[in-house]
């Protein structure tokens, strides 16, 4: 009952929090013309395109206009050069109706955004914010919210930071909290600490209850896929493809889907697989939104194959496929995984004639099931290699106990009698443990590899 009540507490509203309200933004994206922060894979039009993708994700917000505005350094207190900035200042003042500003950097600071909304007169938000907010709308389960709520630990941190100095600036000097030795910085921030503490216990808890579930369904011995891609690639439309489950509802959206969920298929030898629906990836996904999250993937680590889906549509494909690969690393998954994942190129319904250009690559569409039973065969293979399962046909004897053993220790696939001397060729994928086992049991068994 007290973890109950703790952690409804760590999943109470959020001072951070935006609120249901509808929201009239204006986006500016700072686009870096030449140096070491401009990248060489995408566009300021791109990127303001996904940045307008964000937005159309949130209910009641609305784009009122895109504005590109070039500086050298994103990095500065105002973030654009003088004239820039005064230029941009009256296009803001001058669009109807205007309640905020996405500025589509990562993240910007407290200080900075104070200036800036005193400046605009509206509020100001910048990648961290928007995305947090709309992760905050998609969170289902507990864990989601309390990965959402690590995130926002940074910029409480922040927040406070700025609040203390505002402080200062009026009364010169900061005081005392009623003679406890502690200044109000010290104790907001041993109040964060605790709650950063609290729910990392949380997490934990959860993880272990997952890990407990693993080594369950471990025992079944199911192989699991984790389908991973940039966010809005087809992953949930492809897993619907894959198991036939109606029940899946894919949704057009950046971030649809926040926590993993897992769905049963059969692949072409009726071997039954569990497919795992993960979060999606975002180019300039804020760091700590990804070490948050780094729960839910970890799931990953212990899938037997992964499959990468890219939408082939998308202009910035391959910037997309850079950013999957690099969260991949960085989430330091065995090699092996690294080596046998899939590459899926969705979408290609849209493409004429498409041809993809990468080696091992599977040209699909989801929506529209082409190319899915050659996807299914090579997830087999692939399968049965990291899994050491085999395909394998034993002549049995009807009378003895091998049929019954099978049905336990393996996946049985066909069962052809032959009634003229009471034996059966069953098909079946054995892992290699039972396989040994099999043979040391029923030594006079035929055994045909497949």
Known sequence: ?????????????????????????????????????????????????????????????????????????????????????????????????????????????????????????????????????????????????????????????????????????????????????????????????????KIRNALEKLRRKRALLRTQRRKCEFPMVSVMGYTNCGKTTLIKALTGETGLQPRDQLFATLDITAHAGYLPSHMAVIYVDTIGFLTDLPHNLVESFSATLEEVAYSDLIVHVRDITHPETNLQKATVLSVLRNLNLPSHLLDSMVEVHNKVDLIERYEPTEENALAISALHGHGLEELKQEIEKKILTSTGKKIVTVNINLEGPQLSWLHKEATVQEVEVMPEDGTAKVKVIIGSSAFGRYKNLFPNSKIFMS
Not at 40 to 48: G, M, N
Not at 136 to 141: D, E, L, S
Not at 169 to 179: E, P
């Open 1 to 197: 009952k007290e973890d109950e009540a703790e952690l409804e507490e760590l999943l109470g509203p959020s001072p951070l929090a935006l609120g249901p309200d509808a929201q009239r933004v204006a986006i500016v994206h700072p686009a870096v013309k030449w140096g070491p922060k401009k990248s060489p894979l995408t566009t300021a039009e791109l990127q303001i395109a996904e940045a307008v993708a964000l937005v159309d994700t949130l209910q009641n917000w609305t784009v009122l206009d895109k504005i590109i505005i070039p500086t050298r350094n994103p990095n500065k207190k105002f973030v654009f050069g003088k004239g820039n900035f005064q230029v941009l200042t009256e296009k803001i003042k001058k669009l109807p109706h205007v309640t905020a500003v996405f500025l589509n950097v990562e993240r910007i600071s407290s200080l900075t955004k104070k200036e800036l909304e005193s400046a605009w007169g509206v509020k100001v938000f910048d990648r961290y914010t928007v995305v947090l907010h709309i992760f905050r709308c998609n969170a289902r389960t507990k864990e989601a919210k309390l990965q959402i709520a690590l995130a926002e630990i940074p910029l409480l941190r922040s927040n406070l930071k700025n609040e203390v100095s505002q402080r200062d600036q009026q009364r010169g000097g900061s005081r005392y909290i009623m003679g406890s030795g502690e200044t109000f910085l010290e104790t907001q921030n041993r109040v964060l600490k605790e709650r950063e503490l």
